[in-house]
């Protein structure tokens, strides 16, 4: 499985990331998890409000507010 995590290092950014990669453990997932700050990177994955959460190629989700851990927990398991 491939998670990307799309912000610039906000707080929110990284509290998205920490939940991909607790959600993918308590899952008993194996995925590769990218951590992507570059703002041009992010633009051209389609993600115009960060946070952005991109499972396997799809846009899980983007923007304010954030998903609670069950809900990021769901988006990756729906992809798996």
Do not use: F, W, Y
């Amino acid at each position: 499985m491939e998670i990307k995590v799309l912000g610039p290092g906000c707080v929110n950014c990284h509290k998205m990331e920490a939940m991909a990669k607790q959600a993918v453990t308590e899952l008993g997932i194996e995925a590769n998890i990218e951590k992507i700050t570059d703002i041009g990177q992010i633009a051209m994955h389609g993600i115009l409000s960060t946070p952005g959460l991109i499972v396997n190629g799809k846009i899980r989700h983007s923007g304010k507010p954030l998903p609670s851990l069950e809900k990021v927990k769901e988006l990756i398991k729906s992809e798996a």
